[in-house]
């Protein structure tokens, strides 16, 4: 089976841009969970998504949305890029109560 | 609320040394502990997971985890330190949420793991 795939794997952005991040779970998992990791940091939680609803959020600024689709996939999205939002995103799915998977992240370069 | 303090930014063992890293945990509600491993430019992999049943956890790639609820620790060790367990290594903690799903996992900063040949 596979595992938690996410696209792209590297991004390149300008300040001020908008970026969409995606994450595809494993299959039969119904949350998703989103997470940014900075250089030498332990990831941080931003959102997590359980049945397309949004069931926690984390201490980031409203630039930062996200959404599951009915298949289960997720996008994040960041609006208006600074250079601190550089960093790798790392997506993670689970099955109910079980341990998180997380997928290779998408490593976002801000400029 | 809930936090994960590593003891150790970094550690070095020998090949076929004893490897040891530290966590501690604070938590409000019995917590779900885990360690992930980190290798350079990829995501994380579950090594094992704490969620109530036996304190004693075995994992994957020889690893093992104690739950020691008086202490609030839960270290991480492996007895004899092979030269590809080098990597970062994270423990977590999380709680449920009302709907009995993981909630968010609450990260330490992480432990280099070096091993010397």
């Known amino acids: 089976d596979a595992g938690v795939t996410q696209s792209p794997t590297h991004l390149i952005k300008t300040r001020g841009q908008h970026v969409t991040l995606r994450c595809s779970p494993i299959?039969?998992?119904?949350?998703v969970s989103w997470y940014q990791q900075v250089l030498g940091q332990g990831p941080q939680f931003i959102f997590q998504y359980y049945e397309k609803e949004e069931r926690g959020r984390g201490n980031f600024p409203d630039r930062f949305s996200a959404r599951q689709f009915p298949n289960y996939s997720s996008e994040l999205n960041v609006n208006a890029l600074l250079l601190g939002d550089s960093a790798l995103y790392l997506c993670a799915s689970s099955f109910r109560g079980g341990g998180m998977s997380f997928g290779s992240g998408t490593r976002l370069t801000v400029v | 609320a809930q936090s994960v303090t590593q003891l150790g930014s970094h550690v070095s063992v020998s090949e076929g040394a004893l490897v040891l890293l530290r966590c501690n945990y604070s938590?409000?509600?019995?917590?779900?502990l885990f360690w992930y491993v980190q290798y350079p430019n990829q995501g994380l992999q579950l090594l094992l997971k704490y969620t109530s049943a036996a304190t004693l956890v075995k994992g994957i790639n020889g690893f093992e985890a104690e739950f020691k609820k008086s202490e609030t620790s839960f270290h991480l060790t492996k007895p004899s330190a092979h030269m590809s367990d080098a990597a970062e290594y994270f423990c977590?903690?999380?709680?449920?949420?009302?709907?009995?799903?993981?909630?968010?996992?609450?990260f330490g900063k992480g432990t280099l793991l070096t091993v010397n040949p």
């Open positions: 299959s039969g998992h119904k949350s």
């Open positions: 977590a903690v999380s709680g449920l949420n009302s709907g009995g799903s993981n909630y968010k996992l609450t």
């Open positions: 938590s409000s509600v019995p917590p779900y």
